[in-house]
């Protein structure tokens, strides 16, 4: 079982829609939580932190549940400029200190 | 832009060759690590380098090295490529293993 797992989509999404998606993680001693952004063929770039009294940055909402370990991203309002890989990435301290990603959710949202 | 720059941008080997792959970290930043994207998967931690040690290390052979230098510029090197080793090679940098910025990436394919 992969540490940090995501649905691959598509998420076909009409622009502004609302869309949301889960991302389930194993280890219950991991300690950040992170959504970055992926475009095609570009590098990871943070999106948001995920806190655990969820938290929200213009369009995007994001929500851990630790008795549960999964974290959620919604996005409102969508826009064509949305369309990416969401990457759901935690860290731990006591794992060598590295980021592990999930395989990414990939949205497309058309007019 | 992050600041953290990544050369060369593409690059073809063959089998059995040898590889090294360049980061400059971001100005300040003393950590930088290495991850490796297969395509259409998340990005996999290869290792971390923090002040010129490395600190942290992913499931990948001996066969990748690195090293850091008094700059905090780091090289990937990674011998007897195979051609599984094809993806987009990423680098990380941050102050004291925090926040991690990406660079650009190098992509690399075996043939």
């Known amino acids: 079982r992969k540490e940090v797992e995501q649905d691959p989509g598509p998420f076909n999404v009409p622009e502004g829609a609302t869309v949301a998606f889960n991302c389930t993680y194993s280890?219950?001693?991991?300690?950040?939580f992170f959504w970055y952004r992926q475009d095609c063929r570009k590098e990871p770039k943070l999106l948001m932190s995920v806190y655990s009294s969820g938290n929200e940055d213009g369009r995007f909402t994001a929500q851990l549940n630790r008795a549960s370990q999964y974290i959620s991203l919604l996005i409102r309002d969508s826009k064509l400029s949305d369309s990416a890989t969401y990457l759901c990435?935690?860290?731990?301290?006591?794992?060598?200190?590295?980021?592990?990603f999930g395989g990414g959710t990939r949205v497309l949202v058309k007019p | 832009e992050t600041g953290v720059t990544q050369s060369p941008t593409h690059l073809i080997k063959t089998r059995g060759q040898q590889v090294t792959l360049r980061c400059s970290s971001q100005?300040?930043?003393?950590?930088v690590s290495w991850y490796q994207q297969a395509l259409g998967q998340g990005p996999q931690f290869i290792f971390q380098?923090?002040?010129?040690?490395?600190?942290g290390r992913g499931n990948f052979p001996p066969r990748f090295s690195g090293l850091q230098f008094p700059n905090y510029s780091s090289e990937l090197n990674v011998n007897a490529l195979e051609l599984d080793d094809s993806a987009l090679y990423l680098c990380?940098?941050?102050?004291?293993?925090?926040?991690?910025?990406f660079g650009p990436g190098t992509r690399l394919t075996v043939l």
């Open positions: 280890n219950s001693a991991s300690q950040s």
């Open positions: 100005s300040g930043h003393n950590t």
């Open positions: 380098y923090y002040r010129e040690e490395e600190n």
């Open positions: 990380a940098s941050s102050i004291d293993t925090g926040w991690e910025f």
């Open positions: 990435v935690v860290h731990r301290r006591a794992a060598g200190n590295k980021l592990t």
